[in-house]
């Protein structure tokens, strides 16, 4: 518990810093990189996975409730672009593998997953299975986080002038009450019925699928209250900052860098594939940028949602990449193997 409450008030620290030097997304990034510093300076931390699974089905609701009847008229609208993503996935993992398996002597199931750009626990649960180094898949998957949702916020505000600094949603207060007990009921049975059926980044998607649901159904009209989605940014943030604990010297010099330059790989590929979707009038840019950046599933909602993005457009595009990679992955690894 003490490790804990330790751990906590670094992420808080974390977040009055952001705020004092008046970095874009405080709440996220704060946390991130307060747990981060206290990781590499050798620090005991400890994460709370309750509490961070529960907050992102906050997230699983925000974007559920984002989808109306009017957005689901756009499906199709969608499809071009969503028919990009295979041909994407298909270049991450050919530049990928031979990086890893080549330049940084990876063994073959550890870079063939390392490259591979679904969930972090996902990967790990194959990369496992088919004989992987579980440690080295969990640093680079959480470093290609880390780094895509530390330069998103400074490429959105910098780069194409978005203000992230806005309110994320409406007040508790201004949200009617049998709305908001409506929503921790789709927020816990969501989560609850899809892990039970198995159903992958449960937590999240089946929020959302009851959410969606509900929007549709025309029982919910708001989103959840900017309060709760702050804390559902603490706890994100906190949770990626959390999996450098433990990291030594020879990791860091070996496979957070391995995992820098794979992240650099990344960066190009989806600045090509984004461009393309605004040259062909797929998606503007924003949304472009925020659907071909392979970052997680609950920290691309985030970012999509503090931007005023295209919610539905962002996530449609990242839950295509995750089934994916998380169907066409171990196929085509034991066809390798």
């Known amino acids: 518990m003490r490790i804990r409450l330790q751990t ?12 004092f030097a ?60 969503i028919a990009l993503i295979p041909p994407f996935i298909l270049l991450i993992g050919l530049a990928g593998y031979p990086y890893f398996r080549r330049l940084w002597g990876f063994d073959p199931a550890t870079s063939y997953y390392a490259a591979m750009p679904g969930g ?8 496992e299975e088919a004989g992987g180094n579980p440690r080295i898949l969990s640093l680079i998957h ?29 007040p508790a207060a201004s949200i009617p009450i049998h709305e908001l007990a409506i929503m921790v009921v789709i927020a816990v049975a969501g989560w609850r019925i899809a892990a039970a059926i198995g159903l992958f980044g449960a937590s999240i998607l ?88 392979p970052g997680g599933q609950a920290e691309m909602a985030v970012l999509a949602l503090v931007a005023g993005a295209d919610m539905a457009f962002v996530v449609t595009h990242h839950i295509t990449r995750i089934i994916t990679v998380i169907v066409g992955a171990p196929l085509v690894g034991r066809f390798l193997k």
């Open 8 to 19: 906590l008030a670094i992420a808080a620290l974390g977040v009055a810093a952001f705020r």
């Open 22 to 81: 008046n970095l874009p997304l405080p709440w996220l990034l704060g946390p991130m990189f307060g747990c981060l510093i206290a990781a590499l300076a050798g620090m005991k931390l400890q994460g709370i996975k309750q509490a961070t699974d529960l907050m992102r089905t906050v997230l699983g609701v925000a974007v559920g409730a984002s989808i109306t009847p009017a957005v689901i008229g756009r499906l199709g609208d969608m499809a071009a672009s």
């Open 120 to 127: 972090l626990q996902d990967m790990l649960v194959f990369g």
């Open 142 to 170: 959480a470093t290609r986080v880390l780094l895509i949702v530390t330069a998103l916020p400074l490429i959105l505000t910098y780069a194409l002038g978005r203000d992230l600094g806005l309110p994320p949603g409406e």
């Open 206 to 293: 089946g929020p959302m699928i009851l959410a969606t649901l509900a929007s549709l159904m025309d029982i919910i009209h708001h989103r959840p209250p900017a309060e709760a989605i702050l804390a559902a940014q603490f706890f994100i943030g906190y949770g990626v900052g959390v999996k450098y604990v433990g990291i030594t010297g020879a990791e860091l010099r070996r496979v957070i860098t391995a995992a820098t330059g794979y992240a650099l790989i990344l960066a190009v590929l989806s600045a090509c594939f984004a461009a393309l979707a605004i040259a062909l009038g797929l998606a503007p840019a924003t949304e472009a940028i925020l659907a071909f950046s």
